[in-house]
């Protein structure tokens, strides 16, 4: 399945394959180390989904909803 | 500054920057465990076993990366360039997390590509360590950089990296060959060709990793070029070679037990639910305790003050000397130590909230609601430390990326109960529940302190309401290893920062305290009462004329002066209104003044009809008035210099006092 990491269920691994938006945002996830390939997953979504926790690696990561709609990825499985 | 070499400390937020800088220069900045608590330059001397040196360290704000678009980032880039200018950069220590080297090395790519002098130092070793020791001279060769790890904690590995820093940049460093060339086919051929040619190309001594160091100096070369945003698919490309060189200097695979800490207690604390519940409860026990756990340490204070006092008052009440000893500068001064205790837990509380990583917890669970009413979750760290002081918090706003939410945060930081105001709560509560037990105050306290996050966050919310809308306000923060705080170093930077608290008020308090008791006992009329003489005194003079003001809210003039004084710095009120009440009501049966803690002389202070100056509704109106007031000068300048906008401090200013003018009174009228 592939669509934005805003639509990613919980707990599901997922490959990015699109930073989409502006520089300042891309730039930014860039900095976080998330590029194309990197294995991603939702790990919980708090207040009524406006914030996601994410896993890279062994890190955890918070971001808004609108910048999870940046990040383009497919399942893994 | 001055024109001494500036040897700078880069590296993403987060990574031990100001902790090395702490090690090298022997200050004592404070270190947070959250990404984002340096927000400005600092400057020291590097000192290396006992010898001082002429380089000058610079701590910088945290950046990912010189192309990153940030605020702070600025500030990093800007010092950079200035240095390169100026010709005085002898080398820069990038710092970069060893536990996050993967995405972090980027940065280490970049720096090395655009030619500039680097070495890097690996923080946090001894976290990494324990994991997974990494293989150091590959990866000091794969980096072309030598590398020095670094076990911030204990200061482990800081005179190594100052060796390799004064081997490597032994001379001047200066953009090798590659860079030059690289420059001089972007276009600026012109400009190139007015520059001099580098005179020394001397070899220095190859470093153990058998790197050699730079061996020209720098050159003017146009500092923009070097900052120019790198593509896409180069920083891609970048990344995975970063992958690829950490997996191959590990030595071992990384059993990843910290993390694996981190996140499970994270299920709890960050639970969409419990989440909530256990940041309240933090919260209300970090509150409510400043006034529990401080209660003995104030008592015993209060009780050396007055006992001093009295002493001293024997040794001759009439000797205007020891007059002004004990019901000027004692009772001054104890007034306003007593509440030093609180202040203590204060920023010990604060402190272990900060370091112990805890502090990006809550400012994730808090940006959800925040968002909605115009802040960001990052307003929270602000917030907090405006419970300490505004002036800091309102700096540590630039942390915050969208302009808008930044503004709303840095106009309602004022609401926050910083540390001036705890001595003036703890009064005024102590007045209130005088002889009753003190969890009543406790809980009080805490609830100003959580009504005072309230009133920040409704305004925000009224703010929300008339501002424009802005979409360019995004979120994305990592989430750093809870650590557990070294406690003794908690204790020495809480105690640091208290020390500072007493310090910058012991001149205003004094100063204050001497204009009270002079202007209460001059002139003099020698045959008249003691009550008399205060109302023919300046200051009763003075207070006659502004009590008109302050009578709506049931205070007299001694009230309206105290009230007055805490414009020049709010824990003024305390020692100023205890001189005055000292110097201004008598006891009765001797005609003395009272020696007794302030709490009792304001139950026993009397209006000039003989009603009772402080009554619940008088306290809590001045309660109102401090709450919303802005007494402190020094936050609307910083609020000035942050936003840049003098109608945005002078708004601010005016509205809050208009608003706790017209709160106290209503309170006043209401509850009397
Ligand atoms: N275990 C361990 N902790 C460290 C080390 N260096 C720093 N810390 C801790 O990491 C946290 C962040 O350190 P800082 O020195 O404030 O980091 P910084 O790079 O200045 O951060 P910003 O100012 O936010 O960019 C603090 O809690 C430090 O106590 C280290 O080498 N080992
Ligand atoms: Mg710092």
Redesign the pocket.
Known sequence: MTCSLKDLPEKVQARVIDLQGELFTTQHLMDMGIRNNTVIKVIRKLFFGSNYIIEIGNEHLVLRKHVAQCLKVTTLF | MSKSDYLILI?P????????FNWITGYKKQ????????VDLSFGLVRQKKAISSWTLV?T??VYSLSSPSSEGEVTKNILKEAIKNKNLRGIVL?LDATRLKRQMVFAFQLKELGLPVILAL?????QKQESPFDLSTLSKQLGIPVCP????LGGGVFQLLDAASIHFKDRPMFPASARTRFENSGFKELAAKRKKPKSTKKLAPMKTGITSYGHKISSLPSDILFSTWSKKKQEEYLKKAKKIVDKVSIQKATDKIGKRTRKVDSWLLHPVFGFVFLSLILFTFFSGIFWIAQPFMHFIDSSFSWGADKILNLGENRFIWNFIANGVLTGFGAFLVFVPQVFILFLGLYLLE?SGYLSRAVTLVDGPFSRIGLSGKSLFPFLSAFACAIPATLSARSISSKRERWITIFVLPFMTCSARLPVYALLLGFLFYESSAWKPGLIMSLIYLLSLLLGILASGILNIFLKSDKSSSFLMELPLY?RPVLFSVFLSSWSRTKHFIRKAGPVIFTFTLIMWITTHFPRYPDLRPEEQIQKSYAGQFGQMIEPVFKHIGGDWRVGVSLLSAFVAREVFVPVLAVTLKNTEFEESTGKAFQSPLTETMQKARLADGRPLFSTASILALLVFFMLSLQCLSTTGIAYKETGSWRFAAFQLISFNVLAYMGAVLSYILLS
Do not use: A
Request: charged share 20%; proline share 9%.
């Open positions: 590296g937020p987060n990574s031990g920057k100001t902790t090395l270190t947070v465990n959250y990404p984002g608590s340096t701590d704000p945290g710092v923080s946090m070793y001894d976290i670094i076990e911030g904690l370091d650590r």
